[in-house]
């Protein structure tokens, strides 16, 4: 890790995040949503929004996951971050999240709520720098990171890139 990416996380006080990454909770609303207002995938209140540094290095990746409620990435700094997703029906895609608009790069995106979504760092030797809002707001119950051979079950057709991006 080089000095300037942990000068990041030490500054920023990110922590290790389960999916892979590194991450810090910057705000959570006050307001809730009653859970009769809901998805019926959500259980429980959650807050209106929730949003976090999220910092990514090109030694690891942020293994395929998902939640039930979008999720909106930003890019601040770094690297070029590259999202693969796979919808519920099994559609694959992929964005590039950065700031080289003449690459077809995009400071913002937005996973859609119950996708499966995994991210990598492009360059070499360097990290990527994002934050992540969540509406309804983020709770660790509306979180899941599926083992490999079970996404491969549902997604045979994508199984190499599920095994580059999982790490059961």
């Keep these: 890790m080089t000095n300037n990416i942990k000068n990041i996380i030490d500054k920023l006080e990110l922590l290790p ?17 009653d859970e009769s207002n809901l998805d019926d995938n959500i ?5 209106y929004s929730t949003g976090i540094y999220f910092l990514l290095t090109s030694e690891t990746f942020s293994a395929f996951h998902r939640i039930n409620q979008d999720e ?21 895609s992929s964005i590039l999240i950065g700031n080289d608009f ?8 937005t996973v859609k709520a119950r996708d499966y979504f995994a991210a990598e760092v492009i ?14 707001g ?11 051979e079970e996404l491969i079950s549902k997604f045979p057709e994508h199984a190499s890139i599920i095994t580059k991006l999982t790490r059961l």
């Design 138 to 148: 983020f709770d660790f119950r509306d979180f899941e990171m599926p083992e490999r």
């Design 123 to 136: 360059n070499t030797n360097s990290y990527s720098l994002v934050g992540c809002t969540v509406s309804p």
């Design 43 to 47: 259980k429980g209140k959650r807050n």
């Design 102 to 109: 003449d690459k077809g790069e995009i400071p913002q995106f």
């Design 72 to 92: 909106m990435w930003h890019f601040y700094k770094g690297s070029t971050l590259k999202l693969h997703i796979i919808s519920e029906k099994g559609d694959y």
């Design 17 to 33: 995040h389960p999916e892979g990454g590194y991450f810090k909770e910057t705000y959570r609303s006050d307001g809730v949503i």
